[in-house]
């Protein structure tokens, strides 16, 4: 017989349980996470209460080097699907928690494993790289994971006559391919929340803040990277603006990055790159699942988990360990 929980968590994806209105959150979640030795990550993309009380925010490399060391007991990832997974992939032992099962990705979910498998195929003497951002399963399939902040550091450290398949990001690839001079087979995928940036609406706010500078993470359309004066990823993208002395800054991202930079700048202006719709602003609706409520009962209850079969742990791991490697020897 199913629990209520295993209910909520089966259809809503996460535990819809009734919270005391006077209980204190923030209060609660840091006395259950000393309680059960818990450790709490977030990715700069989630709402600026959940990132207030993370132990760790970053972007993916951060995080999965993060979850690699820690040593908790209990993970819980504010973050989405596929960043869990890498979690529990470098700590099967720890038990790894999501507040939301259902915060997927686009960008995953446009490379399907099986589909993947049969390109692979196609190209029997290429190297497989694929961005971080994708499935267990799919990690598995490859021989070196990266990210977007070490991209193109992993395509260089290879030997030039290397043949490689990139995925599943289109434009990270192609801004990879710009960089390096290195031709590769890229997966048609994409990232539905860096792809709806609208190219005019930009120009309009370029003309009105012309002491602006343009930064844009390398997920974006070629044609709004072209434009940019920095890119980088969310981490990169935060340093940037902490070392670079204009006043203000259009950032062609997901809006929550833009919490961490106005903490570290108080004083500039950060205005987030409009989409191609009436919104003012790019979300993630698969990150802004997570909530702190959706946290706090994902603690209190230890639900839900992830959970993946060790044979998917163990060759996942591989190619995650490589990029960890190339990147601490690169100093990154
Ligand atoms: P980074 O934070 O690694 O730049 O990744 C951006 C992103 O889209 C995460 O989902
Ligand atoms: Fe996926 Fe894009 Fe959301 Fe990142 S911002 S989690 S790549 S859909």
Not at 58 to 67: E, V
Not at 106 to 124: M, N, Q
Not at 135 to 143: H, P, Q, R
């Amino acid at each position: 017989m199913n629990t209520t929980f295993e209910i909520d968590i089966a259809s809503k994806g996460y535990i819809d349980a009734a919270i005391d209105p006077e209980l204190d959150l923030v209060e609660e979640i840091e006395r259950l996470k000393k309680e059960k030795n818990a450790v709490i990550l977030a990715h700069y993309y989630q709402e600026s209460e959940i990132q207030d009380l993370a132990d760790y925010i970053g972007d993916s490399l951060g995080l999965s080097q993060q979850a690699a060391k820690t040593d908790a007991e209990v993970i819980v990832f504010a973050g989405v699907h596929f960043m869990a997974e890498t979690a529990k992939i470098l700590s099967p032992d720890k038990k790894v928690l999501l507040p939301d099962l259902k915060a997927g990705c686009s960008l995953s979910d446009s490379c399907p494993p099986h589909l993947f498998a049969k390109f692979k195929e196609r190209y029997p003497d290429h190297l497989v790289i694929t961005y971080v951002n994708c499935t267990a399963e799919l990690k598995a399939l490859s021989d070196i994971v990266c990210t977007s902040s070490n991209a193109v550091q992993i395509v260089e450290s290879l030997p030039e006559d290397q043949k490689i398949i990139f995925g599943p990001d289109r434009n990270l690839g192609a801004y990879v391919q710009k960089k390096t001079g290195r031709e590769m087979v890229l997966w048609n995928g994409a990232c539905m929340v860096h792809e709806i940036f609208s190219q005019e609406r930009i120009d309009a706010l370029r003309m009105a803040y012309p002491d602006a500078k343009f930064i844009a993470h390398p997920e974006c359309e070629d044609h709004i990277l072209d434009q940019a004066d920095f890119i980088g990823s969310t981490s990169g993208m935060l340093k940037f603006t902490i070392e670079d002395p204009s006043p203000v800054y259009i950032v062609a991202t997901e809006s929550g990055i833009l919490h961490q930079m106005q903490k570290a700048s108080p004083s500039k202006t950060f205005i987030p790159a409009p989409p191609n719709n009436l919104c003012a602003c790019n979300d993630c609706p698969h990150m802004k699942l997570n909530t702190l409520e959706k946290l706090y009962n994902c603690l209190y209850h230890e639900q839900p988990e992830i959970v993946l079969p060790l044979d998917v742990i163990n060759r996942a791991k591989k190619p995650i360990e490589r990029m960890l490697e190339i990147s601490a020897k690169l100093g990154l």
